[in-house]
């Protein structure tokens, strides 16, 4: 069963609106937690990285949220511009196994105009 | 700065064929991961290294695959006997080193197609 889970798999919103990614995981313990964006074609890029300690960390228009006593984290785009389509894949590091990381299957994000 | 570029882009192949897939790191970088990603999934592990050595290679399906990184900086993976189900993106990373807050570099990925 996968660790990660993403919601929702996929969304459309018009240019300039504002949208919220969710992701649930189970791993623990827990060290960190990445957003990555990626667009077509192209390998995972890191938007923000986030330990336990932190609620909100934000990186221009991305904003991601942490609660590590739920699990639960959120990736909020404000002012959506078309170069925001991508996927938005979720990923979790936890302790001991330092390098393994435990990837979510990612939500489709396609800003339209 | 170059960052992982990984070679080649696209491969189709036929079942039952051997291929090479290439990454290259980013220079310096000691961590290399090699992942497959299905589509609408995120990527899987399959090996790490470290240095020379495969430190992990537990995420490899079965022995058909290989991965091998002679100098410390190219890595290839090798595939035998390739089937249908082998269709993916193999997705290269590469990190200055394994500690929890080394971010993973990726490159663009190759995609494999067996027909």
């Known amino acids: 069963k996968n660790q990660v889970e993403q919601s929702p798999q996929s969304l459309i919103i018009l240019e300039g609106k504002n949208c919220t990614l969710q992701?649930?995981?189970?791993?623990?313990?827990?060290?960190?937690l990445r957003w990555y964006k990626q667009d077509t074609g192209r390998g995972p890029v890191s938007l923000t990285i986030m330990t336990f300690s932190e609620n909100t960390k934000s990186n221009g228009r991305y904003t991601a949220t942490l609660d590590a006593d739920t699990k639960q984290s959120s990736l909020h785009i404000t002012a959506s511009q078309l170069s925001d389509s991508a996927s938005y894949i979720c990923v979790v590091r936890g302790f001991g196994n330092d390098y393994k990381l435990s990837f979510g299957a990612g939500t489709t994000v396609t800003v339209r105009a | 700065g170059a960052g992982v570029s990984q070679t080649p882009s696209n491969k189709v192949t036929e079942k039952g064929k051997y291929v090479e897939l290439r990454c290259d790191p980013i220079s310096g970088h000691t961590a290399l991961y090699w992942y497959r990603q299905s589509l609408g999934q995120g990527p899987e592990f399959l090996i790490y290294?470290?240095?020379?050595?495969?430190?992990?290679d537990s995420g490899l399906p079965n022995d058909r695959f290989f991965a091998v990184r002679p100098e410390g900086s190219v890595s290839t993976l090798k595939i035998q006997r390739t089937e249908r189900g082998d269709s993916a993106v193999y997705l290269c990373?590469?990190?200055?080193?394994?500690?929890?807050?080394?971010?993973?570099?990726f490159g663009p990925g190759t995609r494999l197609t067996v027909l």
């Open positions: 290294f470290q240095g020379t050595g495969a430190a992990d």
């Open positions: 990373a590469s990190s200055s080193g394994n500690g929890p807050y080394n971010e993973q570099f």
């Open positions: 992701c649930n995981y189970t791993v623990s313990p827990f060290s960190n």
